[in-house]
């Protein structure tokens, strides 16, 4: 069984930056992709960002150009840099690894933007 750790989370006014980390308890070399996806309240889970094993990376169009994916495979950890932030980016935050014949999914990590 995988494990997915997200952490980074918080508050943080709008134009700020976070920087939420998923740590997985094996190589995430040997998963196909990996992605943030995010929840907001009363709203379906939402893609926000992939990486596959060979570095290609996807963007919903409400995040590009203020949102970066990444991963570090030594670590074991994907990273997604959030800069710019708004208030509708406010929500639940989830950690996902497609491991080919199944999923993974991490426990969240909240982020609420807010003055």
């Known amino acids: 069984q995988v494990q997915l750790a997200e952490s980074g989370g918080g508050l943080v006014q709008p134009g700020g930056s976070l920087r939420l980390s998923c740590a997985a308890s094996?190589?995430?070399?040997?998963?196909?992709?990996m992605g943030w996806y995010r929840q907001a309240p009363g709203e379906e889970r939402e893609l926000v960002a992939t990486?596959?094993?060979?570095?290609?990376?996807n963007y919903a169009d409400s995040v590009k150009g203020r949102f970066t994916i990444s991963r570090e495979n030594a670590k074991n950890t994907m990273y997604l840099q959030m800069n710019s932030l708004k208030p509708e980016d406010t929500a639940v935050y989830y950690c996902?690894?497609?491991?080919?014949?199944?999923?993974?999914w991490g426990q969240g990590t909240q982020v609420t933007v807010s003055s």
């Open positions: 094996r190589s995430i070399l040997s998963f196909n992709a």
């Open positions: 996902n690894a497609d491991g080919y014949r199944n999923d993974y």
């Open positions: 990486i596959t094993t060979g570095g290609r990376t």
